[in-house]
């Protein structure tokens, strides 16, 4: 299955394509799938159509061997299982292509007092007011960097946010003094489509690992210190925990962070100093009972 667009494509790979198109997949999500199905054929030194699922869990045996991440062996192994059911047909041999349990870590979060610290501490205007954004309506990475001038919606105080993940569209809350700081960014920089237009020209917008590079390199410059590493995420993390030790009910941040299952949202329950302190230990509410006497 070479990736040579000046030789004609071959019909299985092109079955591939269609099959993962009709279903909706992203062009990065096909693009994975495709290598996954390459990468294991070239380790196995088979032709793609003869590949069985014995093939691939020996495969993903290898790739274990080579140290890989759980992540990274799940995406291989996510791409091979859509082709060995989907494109070959081969559902018998489907549940012994297995996807890895990861190990689900608590996320990082930051105070407020060091997300302030991190956004007045970014490169200009423009990252800051991007950051700004990133926070105050709990977007990621991708979602902040795609933004428009016309999602803003000044009278329902939203931001409309477009494809995010899976593909969905949402509303995020836009409070008045992010309205504010996105008004003097546009009344500056005038931007025309793209809200934080990239460096290369106004038609595109500003990529998320643009964004995320000045994002670390605020992070060092207000000096934050984390046992952990500190990603533009984290301030999605944040965002969420501050809500929750707020006291906003878990099923509206599940809507706002624009979680498909509230058991996502409720990881932040796990994390918040504030939710653990301010909880009563059964401990404090035993009764008083004097000592019998010896």
């Not at 969905?168 to 836009?174: E, G, I």
């Amino acid at each position: 299955m070479a990736d040579d667009s000046k030789q004609p494509i071959h019909p299985l790979r092109q079955r591939m394509i269609e099959d993962m198109t009709l279903r909706g997949l992203s062009l990065a999500s096909q693009r994975n799938y495709l290598r996954a199905v390459r990468s294991c054929c070239a380790t196995m030194k088979k032709r793609p159509e003869d590949l069985s699922a014995e093939d691939v869990r020996s495969f993903l045996l290898h790739l274990q061997s080579r140290a890989l991440s759980i992540a990274a062996i799940n995406g291989y192994a996510t791409g091979l299982r859509f082709f060995l059911r989907v494109t070959l047909g081969r559902g018998a041999g489907f549940d012994r292509v297995p996807v890895l349990k990861e190990r689900r870590r608590l996320p990082m979060v930051l105070t407020p007092e060091e997300v302030a610290r991190i956004i007045a501490a970014a490169p200009g205007l423009k990252y800051r007011t991007a950051l700004s954004v990133t926070y105050g309506a709990g977007l990621r990475a991708s979602e902040a960097a795609s933004l428009k001038v016309s999602s803003i919606d000044s009278r329902a105080m939203t931001l409309s946010i477009e494809q995010g993940k899976g593909r969905k569209d949402r509303k995020a809350k836009l409070s008045p003094p992010l309205l504010d700081m996105l008004r003097k960014w546009w009344q500056i920089a005038r931007p025309q489509v793209w809200l934080f237009p990239s460096r290369s020209g106004v038609l595109n917008p500003i990529s998320a690992r643009q964004l995320s590079r000045q994002f670390a390199h605020a992070v060092e410059a207000a000096e934050i210190r984390k046992p952990g590493r500190v990603t533009l995420h984290t301030l999605r993390h944040s965002f969420a925990t501050h809500l929750l030790e707020g006291g906003v009910d878990i099923r509206v941040i599940q809507v706002m962070l624009g979680h498909a299952k509230l058991e996502t949202t409720t990881i932040y329950t796990r994390v918040s100093p504030k939710l653990i302190q301010a909880t009563m230990s059964p401990f404090d509410s035993l009764p008083a009972i004097e000592r019998p006497p010896r």
